[in-house]
Each structure stands twice: as structure tokens, then as C-alpha cells.
């Protein structure tokens, strides 16, 4: 079946270092791949998103990238800060046009001050 | 931005009990809504998905007649786990699809425990 890897588990950084999360999909009909943040016990929070038709995303300190062929998007935070510690998850669409979405196992990010 | 909100935020309860649980989209018409339940320090397992006025959709390995949805309007989505036992306890959360701008926004989540 559908599959969505992510990758560290956990990652710890300096403060005003960067942090990189990647993950890995198996559905080649996914087209949409949104990233959520979770604080301990809250809902998860939309971040970020991409579509199959575009390679790259930012949004202020956030980026996204897509390779396609490869079935590989990540998450690019810079200058971390203490507050973006958190949960993160990628998610994958189920083919394509569907709210129905895979999640990646989630990376327990800390920021260190 | 697009509000889901979620009823109750905690439940405790006896085993044996059941317990409905409530997701509402405030703010725009829900076309579809998904269940999940999350353990600590783990990923989002998606239970089913629910369609308003049809039968939810039950992801392999969840006991439709344990974890009971109801979908009766474009705004509510109702979960109610059946005869609860302490193995149920966990986050359950939903999250609604349907705005305009064809993102999938997530309630508050109840955490349920089962005494």
C-alpha cells in the first residue's frame, strides 16, 4: 500500500541553526504534500505545502522541496528559534484531487537556545 | 483561515461506557471528514473517512461497530466509541476538507481515557 517514510525521528539544533526534514512517498499519483507542525498535546498546524507541479516553495524562514522522479520532498527551516520546537509530519495525497492523506512518522524537532 | 472545532477536549470514563465525540467545521461547508487516532509520540493513523449523508469509510483493521461515525450534516462529523475499554484510550483528532482553498484543517483532538 501507500507509503510515506520521514526522516530523522528526532533532530536537535543550536538556535539560529538551520534544520532539514525529509521524507520519502511511494504513490506516484500523490500531487499535493502539506507539512504540519504539533505541539505536545495540540492539533496539528499547517505550515507549508506543495504541489506535484512545482519544484520548490518558501515562506519566510520555511521551504519546501519536490523531486518528483524521486518521490522526495523535505521541509527547510533556517534560523531556527526555540518556538519552532515541535512535532513535524509530512503528508502525501492519496492520488490525486483527495483530502485523503499518508503521514510521515513525524520528526521531534528541538531548537537549543 | 478555515476553524475546526472539536468536543470534548478530555473524556474520562468507565469501561463498558460509550463516548461521542464531536468535529465541526465553523466557518465552511465540510465535504469530507477523517478520523484519526494518534498514540504518544506517534504518527496520525487514519480510522476513516466520512462523507456527509453516506456511510463512512473504515480504514483495514477498525471495527466499524466499535468506532461508530455519523456525518449528518456538511458542518458535523460524530465519532462515538462503543463500549469503551482501557485499550481505547488515545488522542483521537478529525480534520475537515471542503474550503476553498483545498487544504485539510485539523480539530483541537480528545484525549479519551478508559478507566
Redesign the interface.
Known sequence: GENVEQHPSTLSVQEGDSAVIKCTYSDSASNYFPWYKQELGKRPQLIIDIRSNVGEKKDQRIAVTLNKTAKHFSLHITETQPEDSAVYFCAASIGSGTYKYIFGTGTRLKVLA | GAV?S?HPSRVICKSGTSVKIECRSLDFQAT?M?WYRQFP????M?MA?SNEGSKATYEQGVEKDKFLINHASLTLSTLTVTSAHPEDSS?Y?C?A??AANE???????T?LSVL
Open positions: 475546526v472539536q469530507t477523517f509520540k506517534q504518527s496520525l487514519l473517512t488522542f483528532i480534520s476538507g471542503g487544504k485539510l484543517f485539523f480539530g483541537s483532538g484525549q
